[in-house]
């Protein structure tokens, strides 16, 4: 018999699925001699939260902080957990989306909720601390850098899961809550809530097995939520009616390939090249696309690791191999070239950097993947490959294949809605990989440059042969196509009204707030002044862009080079001081800004610079320590450095430089900017480059640092 079931479904095919799309039986009664992975995400604003001390519900925040020396504590609720009670776990993973850059090394605990009926966190229900823990619990190291946008993974929580779908009252359809308790220390993560956009919510894989012998007293029924969750089907494919989504990733050698020039099967490779200007030609395949024949295709995304960091915008046209039994790129048999395309295409232009080891998603192929199944010829369970054509210029992205790990091969996701009858293909062993962001490695992304002087129209050239991703100019502007700008604001732009629409299209951008405000040839602002400079700028440029990262105007240690020791850190007290006595709180600053510089003398008819570290390392030593014990845990930027009176042609600036990028390694600060590209025409020195944009000695120095192994 048909069942005309109208549910929800996300499939996620690990090790061996059951069924025709990975999801377990609708009667658990019925026995399952393979694994199959439920998946799920935070789908409400209410089933994500945060406490602080323990007390109110942070339940629409845009994130939820976790650990803080045990100040912050995260719930987390899943619903529709099609999880059978007394399934075996083989593996439960909690995955989030990390929302604001953060170094600390961090711990936390988790439990699950003792409940199998958990409710949410909004107002009037219990909060995190007030629910009974499991018994079973996991520790979480968060350590090192986690930058914005990458997503990272907890240790297994296979004890917790199994001891929640033991319960007696334990049934598959029921939510379950997740607990995170902060640890040790004063640093803490900033993770995406739903609030700041249904994509970045926590997501929970749960892989089990199950025999049958713990079969529900009662079947639920399936409820609709917006969250992609996998719900019960019967040994065959019911009709699938809202729509389920089959997931896989190139599971061989010979199912990803690419071509050059049209000839040679490059299947062996760690990566593909796309792109290139028409030089080079991709193809990937997908074994048994467990997808109905007439199937109405919601959505298909195409989703890849990158293997080298890149920066030059590509295009590539995405087409189908226009057959439904397509062979891999193995010798013998068709180039790239030589196969059939299908008439849909999808254009994907490729913009901006591409860092290694992070995801990136293609444009919807829907009427590609439509294409396919509409074939009289298709039937699930058939393979599918897809063949990705250069487009114009010469640059090209190398992309991670399936030798390069099983871990980074590309995935194709496909969502689709069938009223059909029910189907029974036959499943294959397949793997999804756990996607990721990494920090750059090729270019070390703690290294910027300070631009003073603007070097022709080949400045992105320039950055790009120092190996530096970021940079500032003094003001705000476009970025360079591929290079990240830091922008600035100062007093004389606080009535511009363009500049609202500007930090409007750039969101998520780094905003400097006035440059050195204790210098009197700068900004030249007492501490209580500047807060009050701050507090306008910061509110409005919060008002135009929830998302935008406020650094104060960078403090320099120049009190402490012309006879006031101490006298740039006591500006950073008074400032902090100052703001709070105005306005009830410390300033909000996401990234705490220094500059420091060795002291300098007036000799030969012109200032010049002891290459002397003491004075900055002393400097930014206090700065850091004062920060940390005031509890301020954000970053610490450097966003000058440098001998910007120093003679170019002294051997002693190379070694100053040498000397103080490696100390900084090893000081707690995050990034760090050497002043500056070029400054000559101003009569600065420290030149990175010439007036031509041929790289100084120094700059050469800067580049090697910059680039050498980790």
């Known amino acids: 018999m048909v069942m005309m079931v109208r549910i929800a479904v996300t499939v996620v095919l690990l090790a061996f699925v059951v069924g025709s799309v990975g999801i377990p039986a609708s009667n658990p009664a019925v026995a399952s001699t393979s694994d199959a992975t439920w998946t799920g995400a935070v789908a409400s604003s209410t089933n994500d939260t945060y406490t602080i001390d323990g007390y109110g519900s942070q339940y629409t925040a845009t994130y939820f902080r976790v650990a803080g020396g045990g100040r912050y504590d995260a719930g987390l609720r899943f619903t529709g957990v099609n999880v059978p009670k007394g399934s075996t776990i083989k593996s439960a993973k909690l995955r989030v989306n990390n929302y604001l850059w953060s170094w600390q090394d961090t711990t936390a605990t988790i439990y699950g909720e003792a409940n199998a009926r958990a409710v949410d966190f909004g107002p009037g229900n219990p909060l995190i601390s007030q629910r009974t823990k499991t018994t079973a619990s996991a520790y979480w190291a968060q350590d090192g850098i986690w930058t914005d946008g990458a997503w990272y993974e907890s240790p297994d929580l296979s004890a917790i899961i199994q001891e929640i779908v033991n319960r007696a009252d334990w049934n598959p359809g029921n939510p379950l809550a997740l607990m995170l308790k902060g640890g040790n220390g004063t640093g ?3 993770i995406a809530a739903y609030d700041s956009g249904p994509r970045r919510a926590a997501t929970l894989a749960i892989t089990y097995g199950y025999d049958g012998t713990g079969a529900p007293t009662s079947t639920p029924t399936p409820t609709i939520t917006p969250t992609a969750t996998a719900t019960p089907a019967s040994n065959a494919m019911d009709a699938l009616a809202l729509g389920a989504t089959w997931t896989a990733a190139v599971t061989s050698s010979a199912d990803d390939t690419y071509a050059v020039d049209g000839f040679d099967s490059q299947y062996l490779a760690p990566y593909f090249r796309i792109a290139g200007g028409g030089r080079y ?25 990158n293997y080298l960091w890149s920066w030059q915008d590509t ?27 299908t008439a849909a295409s999808a254009y994907w232009a490729q913009n901006g950097i591409w860092t290694n080891g992070a995801w990136y998603e293609s444009p919807d192929l829907s009427a590609i993947i439509q294409e396919i199944v509409n074939r009289a010829d298709w039937n699930p369970g058939n393979p599918l490959a897809l063949l990705l054509k250069a487009g114009p210029g010469t640059a090209y992205r190398s992309v991670a294949a399936y030798d390069s790990g099983p871990g980074r091969a590309a995935t194709l996701a496909i969502t689709y809605a069938y009223d059909g009858p029910a189907i029974t293909p036959t499943p294959t062993p397949t793997s999804t990989p756990t996607p990721t962001s990494a920090p750059v490695s090729g270019y070390d992304q703690r290294f910027g440059v300070v631009v003073a002087d603007v070097i022709g129209p080949d400045m992105s050239v320039i950055l790009n042969n120092l190996r530096v991703r970021s940079y500032y100019q003094y003001g705000w502007g476009e970025p360079l196509p591929g290079f990240e700008r830091v922008q600035m604001v100062a007093r004389s732009y606080i009535r511009d009204t363009g500049l609202d629409n500007f930090i409007r299209s750039h969101p998520g951008s780094y905003w400097m707030i006035g440059n050195e405000p204790n210098v009197p040839t700068q900004d030249n602002l007492s501490p209580s002044a500047y807060a009050q ?5 910061a509110r409005r440029i919060k008002s135009v862009d929830p998302t935008a990262k406020i650094l104060n105007g960078g403090i320099v240690n120049y009190p402490d080079v012309v006879g006031v020791p101490g006298g740039a850190l006591t500006y950073i007290k008074d400032f902090r001081e100052s703001y709070r006595g105005m306005y009830g709180v410390y300033p909000p600053i996401d990234v705490w800004n220094l500059h420091a510089y060795p002291p300098f003398y007036y000799a030969n008819g012109r200032l010049n610079t002891y290459c002397d570290t003491t004075y900055p390392k002393r400097f930014i030593t206090e700065a850091v320590q004062y920060l940390r014990s005031a509890g301020e845990q954000q970053p610490i930027w450097l966003s000058e450095f ?13 070694t100053f430089m040498t000397d103080m990028v490696w100390w900084l390694e090893g ?5 760090w900017y050497w002043f500056s590209l070029n400054g000559e025409s101003w009569g600065f020195g420290g030149n990175l480059v010439n007036l031509q944009g041929v790289l100084t000695t120094l700059g050469q120095t800067y580049r090697d640092l ?5």
């Open 188 to 190: 803490y993560r900033s």
């Open 281 to 305: 030609d991709a193809g990937l395949r997908f074994a048994r696309v467990s997808v109905p024949r007439g199937s109405t295709i919601k959505s298909a995304r195409l989703r890849v690791n």
């Open 315 to 341: 295009t590539v046209t995405i087409y189908g191999e226009a057959n439904v039994r397509a062979v891999d790129f193995g010798p013998g048999n068709p180039l790239v070239s030589q196969r059939t395309k």
């Open 642 to 654: 440098g001998m910007d009176w120093g003679n170019d042609k002294d051997p002693c600036m190379v």
């Open 533 to 537: 400079l701050f507090y306008n700028w």
């Open 667 to 671: 000081a707690k600060i995050d990034r």
């Open 706 to 710: 910059a680039s050498r192994p980790r």
